[in-house]
Every structure is written in C-alpha cells, then in structure tokens.
C-alpha cells in the first residue's frame, strides 16, 4: 500500500513545489495605457472625491425641490393626567386622565417669495457646475496618468539605452586590452578604457532607480499596490506619437468648451439666483393646511375600545328642568381642521439683511472668479500650444540625428579596428549615440505629451494609442 502512494506523492510534491511560481506568474498585472487611464478614472482618489462631490450635489437638489412639494407628516401621542385641575372646578367630566391622539397632516406652501424656485434652480446649477468639475478632474487624472506611464516608458528606455552603452564600453575595453597585447595600442587607450566604463556605472544605476521611482508613481495614481508586479504593454513610438498629435491638431475646439470655465460660468449664475433666494426673506410666505386625526379620552386606564359615541342619561335629581345630560363610550372622536397661514417677518434682528448681503458678495466673489478662470483657461492654451509647436519641431529635428549618431560610431569602431583613429574619436561617437537616443527618446514623448496637454487644455477627450474614441470625454451638462 505505501508503494501505490509513492507515485501520488511525489506528483503532489512536484505539484507544491510548482506553485510558488504560477502564483508569481499570475500576479504580475499586465497594464496598458488605456487601462491604466481607466483605472485611475474609476478607482483614483482624485476621481473618486469629484464623483462624491457630485453625489452631495444631487442630494443638494433633491433637498431644494422638496420645500416645494407638499408635506404629509403622520403624528400620535399619549398623554397621562395625574390631577386635572379643570375636573376639580368644573365637574368630573372633564376628569379622564388618559388622551389618545393620532393626526395626518398635509400642508403646501403656496408662497415664499420665489425662494422655492430660485432655490431650486441655484441647486441644478451647482450640480451642473460639479459635473464639470467631476469631468475637469477625469481630464487631468487621464493627463497625468498618461504622463506617468509615458515616465515609465522613457525610464525603462533609458535604462537600455545606459546598460547598452555599458555592454559597448565593457566590448571596447577588451578589444583595447587584446590591442594592447598585440602591440597595437597603448597603455593610455587601455585605461581611457577602463575609466569610461567605470563612469557608466552609475549612469546605469540612476536609470535604473528612477525607473523604480517611476513605477511607484504610477501605481499609485492607479491605485496599484506597490508590491503588485507591473509590467507595462504599450509602447509609445514615432508613429504613434505623430497619430495622436495629427489627431489634436484636427480639433478646432474653443476656449468655452472646457470644463472648467463651463463650472466657473454656472457657479457665478448660481449665486445671481441666490441674491433672489436671499431677497425672499424680505417676503411674506404663505401655505395651507389640512389636519385630519382622532383623539381618544378613555375613562380610568383602559384602552380606547373603537370609535366613540354620544350616550344620553339620566341627569342627576336636583337638575334643572330641560337639561339634556350626555357621555361617552371613550372612543375615537374624529378630530379635523383646515387653515391657511401667512407669515411675514417684520423685524428679525437684520438677519435676512445679512443674508442679502452675503449673497451678493458671494456673486461678486463668482464673478470674479470666473473672469480669472478665463484668463487661466487662456493662457493654458496658449502655453499649451507653445509647448506644442517647440516640441513638434524638436520631433522633426531628431528624427535622423540618432541613425547618423549610430552610424558615425559604427565608423569610428571601424577606424579603430583598422588603426586609422584613436580611442577618443571612438569614446566621442559613443557618447554622442548616447546624446542622440536620449533626446529621441525625449522628444518622441514630449511630442505625445504636448499633444496630450493641448487636448486637456482645449477641453478635448485626450486621445490614446489604439483607442479610436475616449470613454473619459467630458460629460454633456445634464
């Protein structure tokens, strides 16, 4: 029996043993640039806290309609007398100490001097103006988010381009040390050699560090765990950034479309319609009612036993003549009124003064801020803008500066090896391919990023590599 489990044991061993290396496999997040954006849009903290503020901005709104609507309230209570003080003085019909009382009550305000609507309208601008500003906040996480992880691409470029450089340098240097055995260099090129080697070093370490830094900040714009294993599938190139900067160039979108000063441009309307909420504190208000209920009054401690009944007696001997002498059975009594009610503050201690006049600055205060928005919405555009035109015309410069930089080294090594040049001329051709990668690598996402802010700042869906359409586009005021 223990020779049959020794096969199923040693599988499940094989089994265990293979599992700490799936798991690790599975684990690491393979990450586009379009996912990574809609991560952040819907698990970002920044996202998040603006679609919260719009959730209060709708509860907003449902509070301002309500003081328009009819009220219904549905009220009981039950009330025990110790000593009544009527039934002393009076008689004993007025001796029952329990009272039962249940009413409904339906009031409609009929006027308040258009604070209802006014108010009303302040609130659907609000929640308008947060909706903006919820679809302001998506364009700068998605702008940000893609800055990031363009960051990343250009870190782990640079990585490759630094450990390439290295391997470059380490083949140098043992072909000058086999030169130097040969008798065909000297000892100066050797150690020229090894010196520039030795300064690369940390060339690759820095790469390599900030490559690390890069991640770790987009994971946390993406709300990724920083032990999570990320590893990034778009790649941004030439092409792709020329697609996306064609794309933005075609827009002739204008200042008015951007979120932001649409918000800033509701707000300051919202708080005009609050001068009118503020000014109807100076107005009489007006509603009307209608109350309908039972009370109850049972006699000693019991119960009230269903509905109530007049119940005529005997009046006492010594009575008048003619006197009619009634009870009741401690029911329910029907208990209903209709009323109107007007009030008009006359003095209120200059409270609905102050509230005018809060809700006036408040309006300057918008007003104000909304010609400054317009000047900032302004100058973004014409920064961004800038940026894009310098960084279109850096693109284009260094579209073949890297081919003749790696050619030029090519020639040199070529010199070199056939004892035409020397160790300089060959550490200065390196040195410029690695000048040239540099700036290509730059320029090729600055280009996508200038394009990328230009579309934010036009108030335009900021476009992505591979997708024909933005989902995070700026929503329509509802």
Known sequence: MLHGLAPASAALLTILLA????????????????????????????????NAQVEVAEAQVLTA????????????????????A??????????????????ANLSQTVFQGGRIFAGSRVASRMRAASRMTAAETRAQVSFDVQASYLQVLFANRMLEIQTATHERAQAHLKEAEQFEKAGRAARYDVLRARVELANLEPSVIQARNDRDVAILQLKRLTNIPFEQSLVLTTTVDAAAAEAIALAVEGNDASPADRPSLRAAELVASAREEGIRVARADFLPTVSVFLQTGYQAFPFGNKFPPGMGEIISEECPPDSPPGRSCI??????????SLGIQISWPIFDGLRAKGNYDLAQAQSRVANVQLAQEREQVALEIAQARAAFERAKALFAARKQNTSEAAEALRLAELRYARGLSTNLEVSDARIAVLLAETNEARAVYDYYLAAADLARALGEPIPLPGSPSNDNSRDDEK
């Open 327 to 336: 009870t009741h059975n401690g029911g329910w009594f029907s208990d209903r």
């Open 65 to 84: 309609r309500a003081s328009g609507l009819p009220q219904l309230r549905l009220s009981g209570s039950f009330n025990h007398v110790y000593e009544n």
């Open 86 to 103: 009527r039934a002393q003085a009076v008689g004993s019909i007025f001796n029952q100490p329990n009272t039962y009382n249940m009413n």
């Open 19 to 50: 599992a700490p290396a799936f798991g690790q496999a599975q684990d690491t997040l393979q990450l586009s640039l379009v996912q990574a954006v809609d991560r952040a849009v819907r698990l970002g903290d920044e996202a998040r806290l603006a």
